[in-house]
């Protein structure tokens, strides 16, 4: 089991920045791919950023502007998000996926940017 816990959202003006960052805990030797989805009202699931042994992948929409990032001596993940557009605004999600294929999800924080 991984548990993972998510902070740093909050309220932010177009143009800004935030940085989130997700503990894991548990079986974090299990812990394959570490990253990030997000979640606007009315729409699926997205994913946003993923990082597994260094190489990193990013949606389109944030290429440029957000940076994932991974401290395993913390067990911590961060998503570093530049230049925070209103359509940033969403629930984001922490995820990680073990060796085995098993997936676990922190509980969201709630990103909002306003216009």
């Known amino acids: 089991q991984v548990q993972l816990v998510e902070s740093g959202g909050g309220l932010v003006q177009a143009g800004g920045s935030l940085r989130l960052s997700c503990a894991a805990s548990g079986s974090i030797f299990s812990i394959n791919i570490m990253g990030w989805y997000r979640q606007a009202p009315g729409k699926q699931r997205k994913l946003v950023a993923i990082?597994?042994?260094?190489?990193?992948n990013y949606a389109d929409s944030v290429k440029g502007r957000f940076t994932i990032s991974r401290d395993n001596a913390k067990n911590t993940v961060y998503l570093q998000m530049n230049n925070l557009k209103p359509e940033d605004t969403a629930v984001y999600y922490c995820?990680?996926?073990?060796?085995?294929?098993?997936?676990?999800w922190g509980q969201g924080t709630q990103v909002t940017v306003s216009s």
């Open positions: 990082t597994s042994s260094g190489v990193k």
């Open positions: 995820t990680s996926t073990t060796w085995g294929g098993d997936d676990y």
